[in-house]
């Protein structure tokens, strides 16, 4: 892959707004493959013909098999400042998921502490008082069931950004996402259900309030809900 498979959503002298394809990593990785932060700054050597290294700054992340929006700063007072948006919660994130069981409250807020094994990769719920356990919390609201296939869309907004947080909250009440292998039993692979669909911030120069919303791909399980109606948006047609 490269960065002409990147969908650009917009771009100006601070911001670069992007969907980041499932699989991909937002950073490099032991794996070696093409990540994202690498493919924008060949995009923007190459496109504004820069000598030398490129800067983009990393903000945010999501895990390498979920996709969606992502912002990246073009400058470090850009990146400064975003970055202190994440850490005062003005800069929202709300994602979408396709859980196998359906959460006994319609919706609630989830707060755990985490601890990663770096070895493993794998996160785990832990007491507070675990050394290194960092404090998870979120929001979810199930938009819609469909019963027949017993899954079920929700819709969840974070507010911190812990590592595979919704993964592991969610499997955490018996509600693991769909095609997640790694926190739920007996999923499929190649069809994981996680996606960053709604990305709000304050542009870091003007004050504006950018807002930016995506679809899923048009695939199972996505296709089995009515994204239309819960996102508020109409999907782009070819």
């Not at 094994?117 to 819609?144: C, F």
Request: glycine share 8%.
């Amino acid at each position: 892959m490269n960065y002409k498979n990147i969908e650009i959503l917009y771009e100006d002298n601070h911001l670069l707004v992007v969907v980041k394809p499932q699989g991909v990593p937002s950073q490099a990785d032991k794996s070696g493959d093409d990540d994202m932060l690498g493919m924008l700054k060949a995009y923007l050597k190459e496109k504004y013909d820069k000598p030398g290294n490129v800067y983009l700054g990393l903000v945010h992340r999501l895990d390498r098999p979920t996709g969606g929006v992502m912002v990246f700063a073009k400058t470090s007072k850009s990146a400064s400042r975003l970055t202190e948006q994440i850490k005062d919660g003005t800069l929202s994130k709300r994602y979408l998921a396709v859980l196998t069981a359906r959460p006994a409250e319609k919706r609630g807020r989830l707060t755990h502490y985490l601890v990663k094994d770096e070895a493993s990769n794998m996160v785990r719920v832990a007491p507070m008082t675990t050394e290194g356990a960092k404090k998870a919390v979120l929001d979810y609201n199930i938009l819609e069931d469909n019963d027949e296939e017993g899954l079920y869309l929700a819709d969840i907004k974070l507010y911190t950004g812990r590592s595979h947080q919704i993964r592991v909250q969610m499997a955490t009440i018996g509600c693991p996402l769909f095609g997640d292998v790694k926190y739920g039993k007996n999923q499929p692979t190649g069809v994981f259900s996680l996606w960053s669909y709604d990305l709000s911030f304050r542009h870091p120069t003007t004050d504006k309030i950018m807002a930016f919303r995506v679809f899923p791909p048009e695939r199972y399980p996505w296709t089995l809900f009515n994204l239309e109606r819960h996102i508020g948006i109409v999907r782009p047609r070819d």
